[in-house]
């Protein structure tokens, strides 16, 4: 950790009378109309096409998009997405797929197959959430992921909680021992960001480094962010 080398990109409503609505007061209306699947696409086509707007600006950032378990039963999604980073003029390899473990539990095979097709495309694959799952080893040994990353419910606990701690510092040493990257979310003080990296983890999110923001925002924002350990 010490610098910036990718975001994630957030669904938000922007409600014509009620403003700014978040994802958690929506959200679940969406999956119960069945529409997952199309507001997956939707953020993944524009989170590509501001990815190429910052390359254009000289910033080459890693793109993160979550992935609703809605899209894999479709065979097709990695010919589909590849298809749109290149439209896009785009580099695969600084796209980033993140999806929960309980999302590829529905039909491990399939979740398999296509997590191999994307991998083979060019794509990395997150392991979202991990440790609130029934099964997180078996899905980490099984699916080609290559990062993983600490659930909040853990990081937002881990400076007060003794065994909070051993949970994130034993996942760190697992993710690094399987050869994986491992990100922690949720980091929301200078302290917590200070024992993660004692820790060795390799990535942090969370609103000590930075609150969401529009994409048009986020040039300017990289280019000022300081990381915390050289600020002085």
């Known amino acids: 950790m010490g610098q910036v080398i990718g975001v994630e990109a957030l669904v938000r409503w922007q409600h014509p009378e009620r403003g700014l609505i978040p994802p958690v007061e929506f959200l679940g209306v969406i999956e119960s109309a069945g529409l ?7 953020v993944f086509l524009a989170a590509v096409a501001d990815q190429q707007v910052w390359h254009r600006d000289g910033l080459d950032l890693m793109m993160a ?15 589909i997405m590849s298809r749109h980073v290149a439209e896009a003029n785009g580099d695969i390899a600084k796209v980033k797929i993140e999806i929960t473990e309980t999302g590829t539990m529905r039909d491990v095979a399939r979740s398999m197959e296509i997590l191999t097709r994307l991998r083979l495309k060019g794509f990395a694959l997150s392991m979202d959430d991990f440790g609130t799952g029934s099964s ?23 400076e007060q909680n003794p065994e909070a701690e051993t949970i994130v510092s034993i996942t760190i040493d697992l993710a ?14 200078e302290s917590a960001y200070r024992r993660l990296c004692d ?3 390799h990535l942090a999110q969370g609103y000590f480094i930075s609150k969401p923001m529009p994409a048009a925002a ?3 924002w990289v280019r000022k962010w300081q990381p915390p350990l050289l600020a002085g």
């Open 218 to 220: 986020v040039p300017d």
């Open 36 to 42: 997952m699947g199309a507001l997956t696409r939707r």
């Open 136 to 158: 997180s080893l078996v899905q980490l040994y099984r699916l080609p992921f290559n990062e993983l990353k600490i659930d909040r419910s853990f990081v937002s606990d881990f």
């Open 176 to 189: 690094r021992n399987l050869g994986l990257r491992v990100c922690a979310e949720g980091v929301e003080t």
């Open 65 to 79: 998009v979550n992935f609703s378990p809605e899209l894999f039963t479709d065979l097709d999604l990695p010919d």
């Open 199 to 201: 820790l060795g983890c």
